[in-house]
């Protein structure tokens, strides 16, 4: 079935370091979500992207959506300690709203 | 007011027992969703409902039986509970089951089986 490949699995970070998280799919998206997960807490949508080579920003998160669909990026400038959890993107395309979800990447922030 | 509610928030039981989870939602959506977590974060829908219709069952063990009495409720019974049931689950729900949604969590069912 379709699969959604995120990597890295772990990246630890100094305050003020950036980061970026990489999904990846074989076939092409119809659009793809970003969500996020603080430790011990439950998945919160961030942002959506449809369109081939979108690029939208929140704040310090910019999130971009390749321009054949395949893969996305959502890079954080600057993090701070608030940043931490783990970041999901999810293959938003299949059928019934069923999302599905890359492995995550678990952001450590260090102060 | 919590959008998506679940309960309980943490339930340790033994090999063998039968539990629920149950979810409500007060957004007024169409569809609910199970998802467990593993261990390792690794999130998978198990269940889907549209208006009480089941639309999506992800090779889920027939242990695991979704009830819907109406569309803002989605609870899961889980019988023989064994222990890789042990994970998280988490209630959610969408304004539809079309292409792209958002999908709204609930905070989570921490289940613990010993």
């Known amino acids: 079935g379709q699969q959604v490949m995120q990597i890295p699995q772990y990246q630890h970070v100094q305050e003020g370091e950036d980061f970026t998280t990489y999904c990846n799919s074989s076939t092409t998206l119809s659009n793809i979500q970003w969500y996020k997960q603080r430790p011990g807490g439950h998945p919160v949508f961030l942002i959506q992207l449809v369109k081939s080579g979108e690029v939208k920003k929140q704040k310090r998160l910019t999130f971009q959506f390749g321009e054949a669909k395949k893969n996305s990026s959502l890079h954080i400038t600057a993090t701070q300690t608030t940043d931490v959890g783990t970041y999901f993107c999810?293959?938003?395309?299949?059928?019934?709203?069923?999302?599905?979800f890359g492995q995550g990447t678990i952001l450590t922030v260090h102060p | 007011d919590t959008a998506v509610s679940q309960t309980p928030k943490y339930l340790v039981t033994q090999m063998g027992n039968d539990k629920s989870i149950k979810c409500e939602q007060n957004?007024?959506?169409?569809?609910m969703y199970w998802y467990k977590q593993d261990s390792k974060k690794f999130l998978k829908i198990m269940f889907s409902y549209n208006n009480k219709e089941l639309i999506i069952n992800e090779t889920v063990p027939n242990r695991f039986s979704p009830k819907s009495p109406d569309k803002a409720h989605l609870n899961l019974h889980i019988n023989s509970l064994e222990l890789g049931d042990s994970a998280v689950y988490f209630c959610?729900?969408?304004?539809?089951?079309?292409?792209?949604?958002?999908?709204?969590f609930g905070e989570g069912s921490w289940l613990t089986v010993v």
């Open positions: 999810a293959d938003g395309g299949t059928s019934y709203g069923k999302l599905t």
């Open positions: 957004l007024g959506h169409d569809t």
């Open positions: 959610a729900s969408s304004q539809d089951s079309g292409l792209g949604n958002t999908i709204y």
